[in-house]
């Protein structure tokens, strides 16, 4: 069964830092890996979507990398703002077809001016 | 906004009760999704539609039973709920099922209280 973990739990900043948040799953084979934003009582925003045959996306100030065979993704955040509080969420899919969709229970950003 | 609508944003319930939320995409979509947000737990997928037809059922309790008449509309009809269901309730839409750059867009999300 897929497990996601995201370190750290909560993270807070100056502004102007760059950080790095990270996501763990147990079951490589996936199919792609997608990072999300969500703000308080909100839904999710869509930031990056990395497929398994990939190793980075890039939009904006934010970069994501996906390493699959150690079960690792990592979001960089440049120059971090305080419109960028919120609380990022990972997922990986298993499959193409099967939604098998499984979210780690995400990182809660704050960046204070 | 993502295209994406929920209703009511709000509701509170009692066990006893009978209710339907209700999601609509605008974005030409053919695949839709039901999610559920506890305070404690990391977001979990309910039930996916494409096509109109149910594709997956993550082991719900059938005191939830979605419904889907069409690509842009979805409901989540609900009834002798439990407090334990209280939640925020996430619908989503992607193009379909089967593409390589599925991403999801959500809506905002029914918050859910059963007293």
């Known amino acids: 069964k897929q497990e996601v973990t995201q370190i750290p739990a909560a993270l807070s900043v100056p502004e102007g830092e760059n950080l790095v948040l990270n996501c763990s799953f147990t079951d490589s084979a996936i199919y792609n890996l997608q990072w999300f934003r969500q703000d308080p009582g909100k839904g999710l925003t869509s930031l990056l979507l990395i497929q398994s045959s990939q190793r980075e996306q890039t939009s904006g100030r934010l970069n994501a990398s996906l390493d699959k065979s150690s079960g690792r993704s990592t979001l960089y955040i440049a120059a971090s703002q305080p419109g960028d509080s919120a609380t990022y969420l990972c997922?990986?899919?298993?499959?193409?077809?099967?939604?098998?969709?499984?979210f780690g229970p995400g990182t809660r950003l704050s960046v204070l001016p | 906004e993502t295209g994406v609508t929920q209703t009511p944003r709000h509701l509170v319930m009692g066990m006893t009760n009978k209710k339907s939320l209700k999601c609509e995409q605008h974005?030409?979509?053919?695949?839709m999704y039901w999610y559920k947000q506890s305070a404690k737990k990391p977001l979990e997928l309910m039930f996916v539609?494409?096509?109109?037809?149910?594709?997956e059922n993550n082991s719900v309790p059938s005191r939830f039973s979605p419904e889907c008449p069409n690509s842009s509309h979805l409901f989540l009809h609900l009834h002798t709920l439990q407090p334990e269901d209280s939640a925020l309730y996430l619908c989503?839409?992607?193009?379909?099922?089967?593409?390589?750059?599925?991403?999801?867009?959500f809506g905002p999300g029914t918050r859910l209280t059963v007293l």
């Open positions: 997922a990986v899919r298993r499959g193409n077809y099967g939604q098998n969709f499984v």
């Open positions: 974005l030409g979509h053919n695949a």
């Open positions: 989503a839409s992607s193009q379909q099922l089967g593409q390589g750059t599925d991403t999801q867009y």
């Open positions: 539609y494409n096509f109109k037809e149910q594709t």
